[in-house]
């Protein structure tokens, strides 16, 4: 399992985001795809064929991190885990299956 | 204008710098101290590069990166992240460089910067560029590679460096540079389990260059910070395996183990003698690509370093590229590394002085006079490093079986490719296999392939890669909603 480092670091208090609706803690400020793996996440979307992707680079080269951010009113956005920062609320849409 | 105050709309600057890494912010120094209006545009969050990805600002952390070889690049974030004079735009991708439209009545400038900001899309028109966007990982196709659980050794340091995570329990690290040392010794610190790290390089080999008396009197801090993170891993019980390399991952759903091979000393992987580390994570590491979309997009001259970063930027004295205005630093020249970014960055500077008419030749050269001294020292020893951390020839293209995903995006295989090559003798170009199988079409547009096809082109045709060519690169160099697009301008 993942972890976060705890020893010496101070982190804001944490907030809840949802992943396909679960509801999980993370911090403000950490990235989007460290909420996604600390909560167990690793195939992050689906390639042109729809097959799982997983994230490989981890500094916005790999695009294998987009994940959908569902924005309410049916509207929605695609964004890098990895260079997006987390804040409360945030409703992700990862594929199912994992 | 406040750090960060990221405005969406059309604006103009005298330079504009293109990443927040080690050679940005020297060159952002130095111009500053010349009076010069500065923007830095970068896609992270806060400053630094990947080399000091910081944690979030709304962290605290203790004895952040405390071993020595970073002592150099953070003096440079501290001289000028919290600059106010400095006009920062984070989390900004620079989807093109632009010549300005003669048909337009323009503010000025010589070059128009196509941005995506967290407001949407605008152009920053500039006097100067400054393109430092560093490097990224050199991926390995290997069998299983595209499991959930393979990343860059990069990817896992990130995690550790910046979000103060561990992204997984046991890690096995394999590949040919000596970061993953280095990443390893983090994970242990962090309280990981490293199961193995694994050298493509013979120890003799390896052992034979770092003595050569010429390193071991220059750069004795480095091989003293090397042999103690060896003293560590011994410590923890890490086996350290050379002259191996990584065959294969396999898991269900996700990574349970990592096979290696034995290399024999005629650099062929020998797959009858293998060993099998349980792991839930591997790290690769084989060195580095220059990031070049942006200087390829732009239409300046490349050539081809293959190991010191595949496809990097021709440049004069001052670093300008063959772009009048366009200048370069950092990796996108050769990958030197973070020491030797920040002297380039600061002989950019001076050049773009120079270019501006800020300063005459005689200033400049006496301006410029130190950085060049020190970059010389230090590409000496990348010069020795690039050699040292270089992986067998052909490596790519033996860890590679026919149903190896050779194109993560578009799930396209080595086998498809070659069948492609063996149908049409005319496939003689990255592009040209492009059209004909989709490498390189997907989301990444070719970043994490392109490398390996023009290896395998190249080998089946008998030619080099730099005759294969990279994939043309055109703006947007990265993708962009279209939403963001509607929400601002599009170039």
Redesign the interface.
């Known amino acids: 399992?993942?972890?976060?480092?705890t020893v010496?670091?101070?982190?804001?208090a944490a907030v809840t985001v949802f992943i396909n609706g679960r509801a999980v803690e993370a911090?403000?400020?950490?990235?989007v795809l460290?909420a996604l793996?600390?909560a167990g996440v690793?195939?992050t979307s689906r390639?042109?064929?729809g097959?799982?992707?997983?994230?490989?680079?981890?500094?916005?080269?790999?695009?294998?991190c987009?994940v959908e951010v569902d924005e309410g009113e049916g509207a929605s956005?695609?964004v890098r885990a990895?260079?997006t920062?987390v804040r409360a609320g945030l409703r992700l849409v990862v594929p199912e299956g994992? | 204008m406040a750090a960060n105050d990221q405005q969406g709309s059309d604006a103009t600057c005298e330079v504009a710098i293109i990443g927040a890494g080690p050679s940005g912010l020297a060159a952002a120094a130095v111009l500053r101290e010349h009076g010069v209006g500065v923007t830095v545009i970068d896609e992270q969050p806060r400053a630094g590069g990947q080399i000091l990805r910081q944690p979030p600002k709304s962290f605290s952390v203790a004895h952040w990166l405390p071993a020595k070889l970073y002592d150099r690049v953070k003096a440079a974030l501290h001289a000028v992240s919290e600059q106010p004079h400095i006009d920062w735009r984070f989390q900004s991708t620079v989807l093109g460089i632009m010549r300005p439209s003669p048909y337009r009545r323009s503010g000025g400038g010589a070059h128009e910067l196509w941005i995506q900001g967290p407001a949407g899309c605008y152009l920053l028109r500039a006097n100067a560029v400054l393109l430092a966007p560093g490097c990224y990982e050199r991926p390995l196709a290997f069998p299983g590679w595209t499991l959930p659980g393979v990343m860059g050794a990069g990817a896992i340091q990130g995690f550790v460096k910046s979000q103060q995570f561990v992204p997984g329990n046991r890690f096995v690290l394999a590949g040919s540079h000596p970061l993953q040392l280095v990443v390893a010794d983090q994970l242990l610190t962090a309280g990981a389990h490293v199961a193995a790290v694994v050298f493509t390089q013979r120890r003799q080999q390896a052992w034979r260059m770092l003595r050569h008396p010429f390193v071991a009197l220059r750069h004795h801090r480095q091989l003293l910070e090397t042999s103690r993170i060896l003293r560590r891993l011994r410590r923890a019980d890490v086996p350290v395996v050379f002259g191996h390399t990584i065959v294969r991952a396999d898991g269900a759903n996700a990574v349970e183990n990592a096979t290696i091979a034995e290399i024999n000393p005629s650099g062929v992987t020998d797959r009858h003698k293998t060993q099998v580390f349980e792991c839930d994570r591997i790290g690769v590491c084989h060195g580095f690509l220059a990031s070049s979309e942006l200087a390829r997009q732009a239409g300046a001259d490349m050539h081809w370093k293959d190991h010191a970063g595949g496809w990097v930027a021709r440049h004069d004295d001052w670093l300008e590229s063959s772009i009048r205005n366009l200048f370069v630093a950092g990796e996108i020249t050769s990958v030197d590394g973070a020491d030797a970014a920040l002297e380039k960055g600061r002989i950019a500077a001076v050049g773009i002085l120079r270019s501006l008419g800020r300063i005459d030749d005689n200033r400049a050269r006496n301006l410029a006079a130190v950085a060049r001294k020190r970059l010389s020292r230090l590409q000496d020893f990348a010069a020795v490093l690039q050699q040292l951390a270089q992986p067998p020839a052909n490596l790519a293209l033996q860890a590679m079986s026919d149903d190896t995903i050779l194109c993560r995006c578009e799930s396209i295989k080595l086998g498809e490719l070659q069948r492609a090559l063996a149908d049409n003798e005319h496939i003689l170009s990255a592009d040209a296999a492009k059209l004909l199988t989709r490498v390189g079409m997907g989301l990444c547009q070719g970043r994490l392939c392109g490398d390996n096809v023009a290896r395998v082109i190249a080998e089946t045709r008998g030619l080099q890669p730099n005759e294969v060519g990279p994939f043309q690169a055109q703006a947007p160099v990265k993708p962009v909603p279209l939403a963001a697009l509607v929400r601002g301008r599009c170039g």
Not at chain 1, 1 to 5: G, H, Q
Not at chain 1, 8 to 12: E, S, T
């Open positions: 399992m993942s972890k976060r480092i010496g670091v101070a982190r804001p911090y403000v400020g950490e990235s460290t793996i600390a690793l195939t390639d042109s064929f097959r799982l992707r997983t994230p490989f680079c981890n500094m916005g080269v790999c695009f294998d987009l956005s695609r990895c260079l920062p994992h």
